[in-house]
């Protein structure tokens, strides 16, 4: 597991993958937050980062399917997947490895962003005052839904040896996760389901841990969202095992 | 036995691709693994290293069934595939470490096996390229390292030698026979020199079953017809074995050389008969079979 964590980094590292996620992530976000008049915090005048909380979801519903796009379709493309499997790694450790490198690659994104903390506080009037306790509570809850959005990109890369195909899943499959549902429940139709079917989209949960309170029960769905996708994922290898 | 192979059965939906094969091959032999295109040979390959599942039969490798402990019989099998699957954005060494790190290798040791086997593989001036930049050749020696990272009892090579030229072929065949001293080798092929150059047994099959599993000199030594090149030191007059009861053919190469097919092995007759008769014989040998007939005969429909 940890020799393939590696070399997933490696791979990031060395290839352009890592520097352009980065690239486009801090860029775009500094944009937005700081600089475009219609969302940055200065037109706004509130010392808070709920523009970047609220955009942050769409960009890595991008993003991390990019990441994870080639994560299993290559390698079963290549016939590498075959060799990994003939030395002794199991498809568990395989995936967790992979899973984890993901989530780093995004954690490790996310760090520069804390400078929008600390000079949000700087500026804020008086200093110092703004909701560490929300933001903080939106930075757990943004590594969650990413770890959520890691595990769903993986899931659709052992869908397909095609990477461009896995990556339009990923981006749909997330896309429903996050939103879908959340906006079927404000439909008519839906009016005695809608509370039901809100709490099952990934928004409901986000935006209660961006409250800055941390419900487990948020946190546990999360949690189950990449355990299930990322167990989805494991057998399907183990049947496309099974079938050929 | 190293590897053990029980009554083995693999069906893809409703094809036979592996029909009901058995064989053995004792520790240090190392056995050329023959057959046609689709014959079976890889889907074999693929069930004893673990890839593929087995419809049923029975496959142990050290005396570990593969059922039982796969992850186990994993580490004891070197395997290359046969395409050769490598990360081609990986450097040579990096690559190496990798695969000696899956198999728990770290430190100094991995440091150690790394250099050991760049060295036994003759990487040395490509160890800091990336893969995707190597010549055929050298990405199956890459292959092969790979393979030999965790030092295994049992090699499954698949296809080693193709599209390679001829020079690499003799520079893999050899490495293939430097490291098999202490080690259980099987490897497929298409080129049949290659099974007799390197191999102690071939095993053939033709769709999905086993057709001959025989030491190599067996196997060529089998069929009915001697062939003995006679060689003659001047002219000489061969019409008496024309005649004879045991000879099929003469055929007349040069003046002074001739091959003689027959029903026996008659060089000892021909040699009395020369002196008998004052020709002055200077050579007399019994032709090899060629494998590729012997291949031919047993796989043609």
């Not at chain 1, 939106?138 to 993986?154: C, E, K």
């Not at chain 1, 139709?189 to 809100?198: P, R, V």
């Not at chain 1, 487990?216 to 355990?227: N, P, Q």
């Not at chain 2, 250099?115 to 160890?127: R, S």
Request: hydrophobic content about 45%.
């Amino acid at each position: 597991m940890w020799s393939i964590f590696k070399k997933e980094i490696n791979t990031f590292l060395n290839s352009l993958i890592a520097y352009m996620v980065m690239a486009v992530f801090l860029i775009s976000m500094g944009l937005l937050v700081w600089v475009f008049p219609d969302t940055s915090i200065f037109e706004y005048g509130y010392a808070d980062l709920g523009i970047f909380f609220n955009l942050a979801p769409y960009v890595f519903m991008f993003l991390i399917p990019a990441i994870t796009m080639r994560a299993l379709a290559e390698e079963s493309k290549t016939g590498t997947l075959e060799l990994l499997l003939t030395k002794p790694i199991n498809e568990s450790g395989l995936l967790i490895g992979k899973y984890l490198a993901g989530v780093a690659l995004v954690v490790v994104t996310l760090i520069p962003t804390l400078v929008y903390y600390f000079s949000l506080s700087y500026i804020s009037n008086p200093a110092g005052n703004v909701d560490t306790a929300g933001i903080m509570g939106a930075y757990l809850g943004l590594i969650l839904l990413a770890s959520a959005y890691t595990s769903i990109g993986i899931f659709a890369s052992a869908l397909s040896d095609n990477q461009i195909v896995a990556f339009i899943i990923a981006v749909f499959i997330s896309f429903i996760f996050f939103m879908g549902f959340s906006s079927l429940s404000d439909l008519e139709a839906m009016s005695g389901l809608d509370i039901q079917l809100e709490k099952l989209g990934m928004l409901a949960h986000y935006d209660a841990l961006g409250k800055g309170v941390i419900d487990l029960r948020d946190v546990i769905y999360f949690v189950s969202m990449t355990i299930a996708f990322l167990g989805a994922t494991f057998w399907i290898l183990k049947m496309k095992k099974w079938n050929s | 036995m190293s590897i053990r192979v029980h009554s083995l059965v693999k069906k893809f939906d409703q094809q036979l691709a592996v029909n009901n094969i058995s064989f053995e091959i004792d520790k240090g032999n190392i056995v050329g693994f023959l057959g046609p295109n689709g014959a079976g040979k890889s889907t074999t390959m693929k069930i004893i290293t673990g890839t593929l599942p087995a419809t049923s039969g029975k496959v142990e490798v050290d005396g570990i069934d593969i059922a039982d402990d796969l992850q186990s019989v994993k580490e004891l099998i070197g395997y290359l595939p046969e395409h050769n699957p490598l990360y081609l954005d990986m450097y040579v060494h990096e690559f190496l470490r990798f695969c000696g790190g899956i198999y728990k290798l770290s430190g100094k040791k991995l440091n150690n096996r790394v250099a050991e086997l760049v060295h036994l593989c003759g990487l040395e001036k490509e160890q800091n390229k990336l893969i995707g930049s190597l010549s055929k050749g050298y990405r199956q020696r890459v292959g092969l390292a790979q393979a030999l990272v965790h030092d295994p009892s049992v090699l499954i090579l698949d296809e080693p030698t193709t599209g390679l030229d001829p020079n690499q072929i003799i520079e893999i065949r050899h490495l293939i026979q430097s490291i098999s001293k202490d080690k259980t080798v099987l490897l497929s092929t298409h080129i049949m020199q290659e099974v007799q150059a390197l191999c102690h047994r071939a095993i053939i099959i033709k769709e999905g079953k086993l057709v001959a599993d025989q030491p190599v000199s067996e196997l060529t030594h089998e069929q009915e017809k001697f062939t003995i090149r006679i060689e003659l030191a001047s002219a000489a007059d061969l019409i008496y074995w024309t005649t004879h009861d045991l000879v099929n053919d003469l055929k007349k190469i040069t003046e002074a050389q001739y091959l003689l097919e027959a029903k026996a092995d008659i060089r000892k007759e021909i040699f009395q008969w020369a002196t008998q008769n004052n020709v002055d014989l200077i050579g007399i040998a019994l032709e090899k079979g060629n494998m590729e007939e012997v291949f031919q005969k047993l796989t043609k429909d």
